[in-house]
């Protein structure tokens, strides 16, 4: 089932969407960037391109096109890797990529209305990789939105760039099939709206709480936060108990460069149940002294094994949390970025 006020055209494999909506920093005669989506059987990854690029030496964020494309195979996915690549295939800095989200809008989320996120990823994200026994089942002609921002605060520039993600999968022709799972995502701020927030100086936190949609077990979870971040947690808010707690490894500026994977594979995963309250929150501390507009964002992702799979609810068409989140990963504002307000370019990884 799809939202009545959501299209049914499709950009297929090399065919840009929004024409134009990517020339605000592009040469007048430069290539428009496309959406390349390609199964590298040798490998047994699904690739997924998005280019080509021009990125000047310290040049500001820039939100690139929304892409709809199709699976073009029945298969599981095992996790996913982001690269950037110049058009000599050099690699370039991943300090380039600010987010890239992949989508799948058929399916709704576990902890709210909005489309499932089956992929986040910002510049601290290192592959994420699940054993072969487990995967997320995907088939031939499912719908993937593809949403992402890059800039270069280095001082060398690129041109010609591609952002790869890389999907490793097993074929729903394999003799023996892994345990189906599906990811899951939650935010600080409410699930449809800018994910960005206002960072006052010292100490705050922010949390959002939720029920999930069905029951299951959480076999790992991981989370993005901002400069000054200092802990992500997820609580089970009825038990009273921590389920994981994640603390940034910042760099010598105070930029975050990694977050810790919580893993719970060895203990069968971490139960949850719709009837209790589950609680996010994310931790910071400004030592600027100065409010930061649109400085922190705390999200977490993770991956479950619903205990009847049949159960996940479908999208609902007439949800508005739904139509407000199709109408901000469209128009490029599910995230939002301090850095780009007047240039109405928001993101941020969700």
Do not use: C
Request: glycine residues 8%; charged residues 20%; negative net charge.
């Amino acid at each position: 089932m799809r939202p009545r006020v959501l299209t049914r055209s499709l950009v297929l494999l090399s065919l840009a969407v929004f024409p134009g909506a990517a020339r605000a920093q592009s040469a007048p005669m430069a290539r428009p960037v496309e959406l390349r989506v390609r199964m590298d059987a040798e490998r047994r990854e699904l690739v997924m391109e998005i280019g080509p690029v021009e990125l000047p030496a310290e040049s500001e964020h820039r939100q690139l096109p929304p892409f709809h494309a199709v699976v073009p195979m029945d298969a599981w996915l095992h996790g996913y890797r982001v690269e950037m690549v110049d058009g000599d295939g050099n690699p370039v800095p991943r300090s380039t990529i600010h987010h890239v989200n992949v989508i799948s809008p058929g399916q709704r989320e576990l902890f709210s209305q909005i489309m499932l996120r089956v992929a986040a990823v910002g510049q601290e994200t290192g592959p994420v990789a699940m054993p072969r026994m487990f995967g997320y089942r995907v088939r031939r002609g499912q719908e993937l939105i593809v949403t992402s921002m890059v800039h270069n605060p280095t001082e060398t520039s690129y041109h010609d760039v591609w952002l790869r993600v890389h999907f490793p999968y097993t074929p729903s022709s394999a003799v023996v099939r892994p345990v189906s799972v599906l990811p899951f995502y939650m935010d600080v701020m409410p699930p449809a709206s800018m994910h960005s927030y206002d960072l006052p100086p010292g100490r705050s936190s922010r949390t959002w709480e939720a029920r999930p949609a069905v029951a299951g077990r959480i076999l790992a979870v991981g989370g993005h936060m901002h400069q000054y971040g200092t802990a992500l947690r997820l609580e089970d808010a009825t038990a009273g108990t921590v389920i994981w707690e994640g603390h940034p490894v910042v760099d010598a500026q105070g930029e975050v460069v990694s977050m810790p994977l919580g893993r719970f594979l060895w203990t069968l995963g971490v139960p949850v149940r719709p009837d209790h309250l589950y609680r996010l929150t994310a931790e910071y501390d400004n030592t600027s002294g100065e409010t930061i507009p649109g400085g922190a964002m705390g999200a977490l992702g993770g991956v479950i094994v619903p205990d009847d799979p049949a159960s996940w609810p479908v999208v609902d068409p007439d949800s508005p949390e739904l139509k407000l989140d199709w109408r901000l990963v469209h128009t490029g504002n599910q995230g939002g970025h301090a850095h780009d307000h007047a240039h109405m370019h928001h993101g941020g990884s969700q």
